[in-house]
């Protein structure tokens, strides 16, 4: 009887052992898999800061041209015969 009961404890503990292994290599795998979505979070994140200062630069030339009309700027291309507004000549006759 005390041999079957000492059998009985080591096949319990066996098991329970083996499920400690298993437990502990779930945790191993489960750590692994989340620092590898970590690093692939920073990845994505890293790229997407990267298209949205691409955007920012392309929407760049709109946003000039926005203000400017909310300015009502009269934007010309400088030329001979024409005066630029705000320009120093044109600020130093209205003083």
Not at 58 to 73: C, F, K, M, N, T
Request: aromatic share 2%; with cysteine; proline share 5%.
């Amino acid at each position: 009887m005390n041999a079957r009961r000492v059998c009985g404890l080591l096949g319990a503990f066996a098991v329970m052992g083996l499920v400690m292994v298993h437990l502990r290599a779930a945790q191993t795998q489960s750590a692994s898999r989340l620092l590898e979505m970590e690093a692939r979070r920073i990845e994505l994140r890293r790229e997407l800061w990267s298209i949205q200062s691409r955007t920012a630069r392309l929407r760049s030339p709109q946003r000039i041209l926005d203000r400017a009309e909310l300015v009502a700027a009269e934007l010309l291309p400088p030329g001979p015969d024409v005066p630029l507004r705000g320009s120093a000549e044109t600020i130093a006759q209205r003083r």
